[in-house]
């Protein structure tokens, strides 16, 4: 049984740093392609950033040179650093894992509110 399980989100202040975990269960996570996705309230899910197998990375512009995505392949463990947060980052938070160009599993996810 595959399973994401996101942790890490929490009420914090315009300026202020977070860092979202996503540990999975059930694949062989150092094959997976792993993404970090948001959705804030009345919008469509939107991609955050993302890490190949191999470590590549990429980043939605709105979250460049704040935001830091990292796997640890021991810990079966996904990554977003975020600082610098804006009221503009608050959403849910979503782990993906995709294992093939048709399959994908999702996490739950976790929430994040940056309010003053």
């Known amino acids: 049984q595959v399973q994401l399980e996101e942790s890490g989100g929490g009420l914090v202040r315009p300026g202020g740093s977070l860092r979202l975990s996503c540990v999975a269960s059930?694949?062989?996570?150092?094959?997976?392609?792993m993404t970090w996705y948001r959705q804030a309230p009345g919008k469509e899910r939107e991609l955050v950033a993302t890490i190949g197998s191999g470590g590549s990375t990429d980043y939605a512009d709105s979250v460049k040179d704040r935001f830091t995505i990292s796997r640890d392949n021991a810990k079966n463990t996904v990554y977003l650093q975020m600082n610098s947060l804006k009221p503009e980052d608050t959403a849910v938070y979503y782990c993906n894992a995709r294992i093939s160009s048709t399959i994908s599993y999702w996490g739950k996810g976790t929430l994040v509110i940056v309010s003053s």
């Open positions: 059930g694949i062989i996570f150092r094959l997976a392609g």
